[in-house]
C-alpha cells in the first residue's frame, strides 16, 4: 500500500532523466523515480545501456529522486560500479530509498546542504497464497541483506545499526549523511525546488520539509469507499434473498 500510495501523491509530477556528455566527462541527470515497471520514472534498461555506452573518464551523478523500484535500483547502481569511469555522485534534494542504491556505488558522494538521504527495508507489492507471499518475504529478506553489505562497503558502519537504522526508516541530514560515512561532504544548498519536488508523506519519519499537502483522497479513503459500497450490495442481496 505504501509504494502505491507514493504514486498517488506524486501524481503528474514531471521527473527528468538525461544525459549530457561534454569531451571525457558526463553529466547524468537522475530527477525522477526509480524503475518504470510501477513508477514511469527512470527505465533501468534504459539506465543501463546508456551508462554502458558512455566513453568517458569521469561521470558526474546528479540526484534528486524518492526512490521506487529496489530491484531497478540495484541493476542501476551495478552499471556505475562496472563502469571504468570515476563516479561521482551530487545529491542534490534527495536522495531516498532505492536512489540510494546509485549513490551507495559511487567513489564520492556530496550532498548538499538541506538535502536528505534516506535509507529503510525494501518494499513491494505482492499477491498469492501463502506460500507465495512466504517466498516474496524471503526475497525481500534476502535484498535488505544485499544493501546492508554495500552500505557496510560504502561506510564502514556495523552491519546491526545499518539493519537498525533501516528497519527505523532513518532520515539523515547531510551533515550527518556525512557523518556516518554515506556522503564525502556537503557542498552548496538544495534549492526550494529541488526539495520540494517530491511528497515523500508515504515513508515513515519524513521530514515535514518533504511532505506536502495530502491528496483529496487517499488510498485508504478509496479502499473504504470500496468496502462500503460492497457491504451496500452485500446488503440489497440479502434483503432481496430474505
Known amino acids: 500500500m505504501k509504494i502505491l500510495q507514493l504514486l498517488l501523491e506524486n501524481k503528474g509530477k514531471q521527473g527528468e532523466f538525461k544525459i549530457v556528455q561534454l569531451g571525457r566527462e558526463a553529466t547524468v541527470y537522475v530527477y ?3 524503475g518504470d515497471d510501477y513508477y514511469g520514472g527512470v527505465s533501468a534498461k534504459q539506465f ?3 551508462i554502458a555506452a558512455l566513453d568517458v573518464d569521469v561521470i558526474k551523478l546528479r540526484v534528486n529522486s524518492p526512490g521506487g523500484d529496489v530491484f531497478a535500483g540495484v541493476a542501476m547502481g551495478q ?7 570515476k563516479i561521482i555522485a551530487y545529491i ?3 536522495a531516498a530509498s532505492a ?8 567513489d564520492e558522494v556530496h550532498i548538499a546542504a538541506g538535502a536528505f538521504y534516506m535509507i529503510h527495508n525494501s518494499w513491494t507489492i505482492a499477491a498469492g497464497d501463502t506460500r507465495e507471499l512466504a517466498k516474496t518475504a524471503s526475497l525481500l529478506k534476502d535484498v535488505d541483506e544485499t544493501i546492508v553489505a554495500d552500505y557496510h562497503a560504502k561506510t564502514g558502519q556495523p552491519v546491526e545499526q545499518l539493519h537498525q537504522w533501516m528497519n527505523e526508516t532513518t532520515w539523515f541530514k547531510a551533515e550527518d549523511a556525512v557523518k556516518y560515512g554515506f556522503a564525502n561532504s556537503v557542498t552548496g544548498s538544495a534549492t526550494a525546488e529541488a526539495q520540494n519536488r517530491w511528497n515523500l508523506a508515504a515513508y515513515d519519519n519524513a521530514p515535514k520539509e518533504l511532505i506536502s499537502k495530502k491528496p483529496e483522497k487517499t488510498l485508504d479513503d478509496r479502499a473504504s469507499e470500496l468496502r462500503a459500497s460492497a457491504e451496500r450490495r452485500l446488503a440489497l442481496l440479502e434483503k432481496i434473498a430474505a
Open 99 to 106: 536512489a540510494t542504491r546509485l549513490t551507495a556505488n559511487a
Open 48 to 50: 543501463v545501456s546508456d
Open 32 to 34: 525522477d523515480v526509480i
Open 79 to 85: 552499471a556505475l560500479k562496472n563502469h571504468s569511469a
Open 92 to 94: 542534490d534534494g534527495q
